[in-house]
C-alpha cells in the first residue's frame, strides 16, 4: 500500500466525522475495560459473584439478548459508522457465547 492510499483513506476517516468519533469513543471504551479488568486484584467483586453464581446463565442471556439488540441498531447507521462498531461488536459477542456456553455446562 502506497502512502497516497493511506491519505486518502485517513481522508475519508475524517470526511465522516461523527462515524469516526463513534468508532474513537467505543475503541478507548473497551482499551478502559480490559485495563480496568486487567488491574483488578485476585478478590472477587461483586459482578463476578454474579456470573459464577447458579444464576450466572440467565445474566449471560440477558447480555446476549442486549447485545443481539445492539447489533441490530448498529446496521441502522449511516455506512461509514457502523465497520467499526460491527468489528468491537463481534468480538463483545464472541466472549458473551463463551460467557453463555462456561455459565450453562459449567454447573
Not at 83 to 93: C, F, N, P, T
Amino acid at each position: 500500500m502506497d502512502f497516497s492510499t493511506l491519505m486518502k483513506q485517513l481522508e475519508a476517516s475524517f470526511a465522516q466525522p461523527i462515524g469516526m468519533g463513534i468508532a474513537i469513543v467505543a475503541s478507548g471504551g473497551m482499551v478502559l475495560l480490559i485495563l480496568r479488568v486487567a488491574m483488578t486484584p485476585e478478590r472477587r467483586a461483586g459482578w463476578v459473584r454474579l456470573i459464577t453464581s447458579r444464576n450466572g446463565r440467565w445474566a449471560f442471556l440477558f447480555l446476549l439478548l442486549a447485545w443481539a439488540g445492539t447489533m441490530a441498531l448498529i446496521t441502522f447507521l449511516p455506512e461509514g459508522a457502523h465497520g467499526s462498531l460491527q468489528l468491537i461488536g463481534m468480538l463483545a459477542g464472541f466472549f458473551l457465547f463463551m460467557g453463555f456456553t462456561w455459565a450453562v455446562i459449567g454447573e
